[in-house]
């Protein structure tokens, strides 16, 4: 059985001091540093970046702006979230509001492989503070099938599978009321956990 790339390579080391917060529209380079090793990594294929379409899908990352960036980071209908082990960013997760839809999508959550280990939950946690604090509802998710760790994190929150996506390969996951009193309890145990 192939190794799980999420599984936490400092399980032997002392536990990592963790800081997850909201991205400052000047964190944009960071942010986008991030989801350009996201997408290189070898454990891309996880995120549903494939083999024959990485290039393509780097090309673009690496190609979006400074204002692209800023605009995913900042406004009422999107943010972001940075997470960091001292001053070095280790995760990131972006979130958006779907007008069309009335409910919020969350994606691109990541955490640097040797920094596995919580950091995914506390990526989540945060954003569903944030659609809270923003007045959110409903929030969506993409994953792909294969990506245990991430369906189970999910799960853990109270998300529930919704429908596959037109590939097949994964699938959307819906979480009904991000203000539920079980959804609440989750995302307070996460954010306090030492």
């Known amino acids: 059985m192939a ?3 999420f599984k936490n390579k400092q399980s032997n080391q002392e536990k ?3 800081r997850v917060e909201i991205a400052k529209s000047d964190d944009w380079m960071v942010c986008k540093e991030l989801r350009v090793i996201m997408c290189k990594g070898d454990d891309a294929e996880m995120f549903g970046i ?19 960036w800023k605009e995913k980071l900042s406004g009422d209908s999107a943010f972001g979230v940075l997470a960091w082990s001292d001053s ?6 972006l979130a958006k509001r779907r007008e069309e839809k009335g409910d919020w999508y969350i994606y691109s959550g990541y955490v640097k492989p040797d920094s596995r280990g919580g ?10 503070e944030e659609i809270q604090r923003r ?7 993409g994953v792909k099938a294969t990506n245990a760790t991430s369906i ?3 799960e853990s929150f109270g998300f529930k599978k919704v429908e596959y996506a037109e590939n097949k390969e994964g699938f959307y996951m819906e979480l009904e ?13 996460v954010l306090n956990a030492g």
């Open 3 to 5: 190794e799980n790339p």
């Open 16 to 18: 990592l001091e963790v």
């Open 50 to 68: 494939t083999r024959e379409g990485r290039e393509e899908i780097i090309k673009e990352e690496e190609a979006e702006s400074e204002n692209e």
């Open 88 to 93: 070095k960013p280790i995760g990131i997760g």
């Open 119 to 128: 950091v995914g939950k506390k990526i989540l946690a945060t954003r569903l």
């Open 135 to 141: 007045g959110g509802k409903k929030v969506m998710l």
């Open 152 to 154: 189970s994190i999910a």
């Open 177 to 189: 009321d991000v203000n539920a009193p079980e959804v609440i309890k989750k995302i307070n145990e």
